[in-house]
Nanobody, 120 residues
Framework: QVQLVESGGGSVQAGGSLRLSCAASAYSTCMGWFRQAPGKEREGVARIYQLIGMPDYAGSVKGRFTISRDNAKNTVYLQMNSLKPEDAGLYYC????????????????RGQGTQVTVSS
């Protein structure tokens, strides 16, 4: 079982930035970030293939968010810039299933999450 611990959430004004971190207890080929807002579906925000660092983003965050990883530390980051009120929610990281050379959005393990609040 992989333990995941997120940090870095908080409250910012629209246009601000936050950097989330996710420390994993073990290596995983694919890692991703999800967010969940009250009354909304869970959304896959960003994912990364750990070996060569190929990132992939949801259209709603492309150009504003950047996912990166430090394999030596088994840590994944999510840099969030130009935040909007609609970006608010519980952000959690997860180990993603790797299938046929692709990181899917199905996850094996997830963390408890860190809350992001964006005021207008």
């Amino acid at each position: 079982q992989v333990q995941l611990v997120e940090s870095g959430g908080g409250s910012v004004q629209a246009g601000g930035s936050l950097r989330l971190s996710c420390a994993a207890s073990a290596y995983s080929t694919c890692m991703g970030w999800f967010r969940q807002a009250p009354g909304k579906e869970r959304e896959g925000v960003a994912r990364i293939y750990q070996l060569i660092g190929m990132p992939d983003y949801a259209g709603s965050v492309k150009g504003r968010f950047t996912i990166s990883r430090d394999n030596a530390k088994n840590t994944v980051y999510l840099q969030m810039n130009s935040l909007k009120p609609e970006d608010a929610g519980l952000y959690y990281c997860a180990t993603l299933k790797y299938l046929r050379g692709t990181c899917t959005w199905d996850y094996d393990y997830r963390g408890q999450g860190t809350q992001v609040t964006v005021s207008s």
